[in-house]
């Protein structure tokens, strides 16, 4: 193989390579981070769903957090039920939301 047909296939290596950053990154640029918890569970140290990661807010306590796309988020409501999204339901955090409504409360 000469020097132009390396060339030219280091070139389609770098665009799939391109190709493929590129659609990661606008999956990762519509997920949304939102705090989650569930109605029926009021303590905190209970995982309230799988998909759910733990995160330490000011060195003091912990939230479950869940990073969710549009798609992704419909996808999580079929599975739980009842979802209530909230733009800030926590003073103290700049998240939103998202709290699986699987019991009565008011």
Same mark, same amino acid.
């Given at each position: 193989? &000469?020097?132009? /047909?390396? @060339?030219?296939?280091?070139?389609? /290596? @770098?665009?799939?390579? @391109?190709?493929? @950053?590129?659609?990661?990154?606008?999956?990762?640029?519509?997920? #949304?981070?939102?705090?989650?918890?569930?109605?029926?569970?009021?303590?905190?140290?209970?995982?309230?769903?799988?998909?759910?990661?733990?995160?330490?807010?000011?060195?003091?306590?912990?939230?479950?957090? #869940?990073k969710l796309s549009p798609d992704e988020l419909l996808e999580f409501?079929?599975?739980? &039920? /009842?979802?209530?999204?909230?733009?800030?339901?926590?003073?103290?955090?700049?998240?939103?939301?998202?709290?699986?409504?699987?019991?009565?409360?008011?």
């Open positions: 193989m &000469g020097y132009h /047909e390396r @060339l030219q296939a280091r070139i389609y /290596e @770098l665009e799939a390579a @391109l190709a493929k @950053l590129q659609a990661e990154y606008d999956a990762a640029r519509n997920e #949304i981070e939102f705090i989650i918890t569930r109605t029926s569970e009021y303590r905190n140290d209970v995982k309230p769903c799988d998909e759910a990661h733990e995160e330490v807010f000011n060195n003091f306590y912990s939230r479950w957090k #869940i409501s079929e599975k739980y &039920g /009842e979802i209530i999204i909230s733009a800030h339901c926590f003073a103290d955090t700049e998240y939103p939301s998202i709290e699986i409504y699987d019991d009565y409360r008011e």
